[in-house]
């Protein structure tokens, strides 16, 4: 995976540094799914249909996932992984073919072309790094993207089961901020605090924005609890509408909130 640094001499040219770059299969399912049913809109009127897993890490599994689920939406979708350790992108230059490839580079994007996506995943890539690399990282990635185009910057646990992602688009930077987690199981929401993106895992601290939708995430959830007699999704789905009744400003509904989505408007979570 990579991470923001500062080139130190002629022989560093991607913007970024080698990291651990574990991943398993279907870990990603979640944002996918998300990107898949949410961006649909967006991946169908892109001008250039290509779409960046960035920092995919030690084996390409999360690229090839994406294409299959994002084909199915678009089906000329482009895929190309983007690592900057150059024996990762060798490892995987065996499944290339129609609409799959793989680039060594960094948050520069280096396309062919001067090609832009339409959409960026970055996953598990800024979180082993200072908060203060993350706004300088989408601003580079801003600026590689198509007009219209997304990335998404977000974290998840090693097998999928939590994750919470920013989605910060071109023209407006970071938008809106989402959680998913299994509801299976769920004990407290705000346990997701551990998966929280860079940009906000350090903010969850007494006075900051999104550690006060935390609480209220956690606080709703105990007050549906009678909603547990219907099963989770009907408690979750309750705790969404409870959240948006007290006047945070949730940008999904029903439909999202029944796969254990919910999305509130990035001013609301801030730093």
Known sequence: MIAPSHPAGPARRAQGIVTRGTTNPNRLRRVDRWLAGTQARRLRRAADPVVVDLGYGATPVTVVELLHRLRRVRADVEMIGVEIDPDRVRAAAALSGAGLSFLAGGFELPLPDGRRPAVVRAFNVLRQYPEDDVEPAW?????????????????????????????????????????????????????????????????????????????????????????????????????????????????????????????????????
């Not at 989605?167 to 929401?189: K, N």
């Not at 903010?203 to 989770?232: I, K, M, T």
Request: hydrophobic share 45%; net charge positive; with cysteine.
């Open 139 to 271: 601003r580079t990635v801003r600026s590689r993207l198509a007009p219209g185009g997304l990335l998404v910057d977000g974290t998840c646990d090693e097998v999928g089961r939590r994750a919470a992602w920013i989605a910060i688009t071109a023209e407006d930077g970071p938008v809106s901020l989402t959680v998913s987690m299994r509801l299976a199981g769920l004990d407290r929401p705000g346990s997701i605090a551990e998966r929280l993106p860079k940009a906000l895992i350090h903010r969850n601290v007494p006075g900051e924005r999104v550690h006060a939708f935390l609480e209220a995430l956690d606080a709703a959830w105990a007050r549906q609890a009678p909603h547990a007699a219907y099963g989770v999704r009907q408690r979750w789905i309750a705790t969404a509408r409870a959240l948006g009744d007290a006047g945070w400003p949730l940008l999904d509904g029903p439909s999202r909130w029944r796969l254990g989505e919910l999305t509130v408007a990035w001013p609301a979570v801030s730093p």
